[in-house]
């Protein structure tokens, strides 16, 4: 199931570098920049993980992704994110077997009248993330951590099996430089379905690399960055 959210803001646009996106080489471990500030206004191309890579958020049918109970809500939190967060948005994103991907926009936070943050809505309901007290100036670990602490704990409830994990304790992460990378990430991340058989994250693929590779070193499936350890 692939999704496409409203425009995204554009406060990156002051600090674009040329970059090529390549499936390939971006779909490996990447590496947090020294120094850089994962709160200031970006685009960011996330992917998160199921734990031990299982097949419990849907599966692909004829090119196109079906998701389980568990699938869909992994697919209708990421509405909650620009809620709780208010600089944030969400734009494409898929719900996979065992993996989402999803961009990701920081924009500059609301600013403020009289010293006093305008407060969410108040209104009563039942979905958990509204009518929190958001964080104003979040940073990339900080959005990824809410959407896997909240699902999580929803899909615990499902399965009644509360404080068991249930996504890879790291995520994938890679800065978004320009427009036409954005294009390109927009389009892989559409063509996701499609390419299932070819995944590295399709369970038949990750034992064909395992033999190959062997058990103990795998440096054939991608291994995520580490998530930044914020508890929110």
Known sequence: MTSVG???PRPYRGWIQMHTYDPQKHHRRSVRLTGYDYAQPGVYFVTICVRDRECTLGNVVDGRARTT????VAHDFWVQVPIHFVNVSIDTFVVMPNHVHTIIAIGDPPHRRGG????LRTAASPQPGVGTTPLRRPTLGQIVAY??????????QIRGNPGTPFWQRSFYDHIIRNDRELNAIRQYIAD????WELDQDNPMNIRIARKRCGPQSN????????????VL
């Open 192 to 195: 996701n379905p499609l390419k």
């Open 219 to 230: 440096p054939c499936i991608r291994e995520e960055s580490v998530c930044e350890q914020e």
């Open 147 to 156: 959407y896997k602490y909240q699902t999580t704990k929803l899909i615990n």
């Open 69 to 72: 109970e568990y699938g869909r």
């Open 116 to 119: 006093v943050t305008p407060p």
């Open 6 to 8: 409203a425009r995204l």
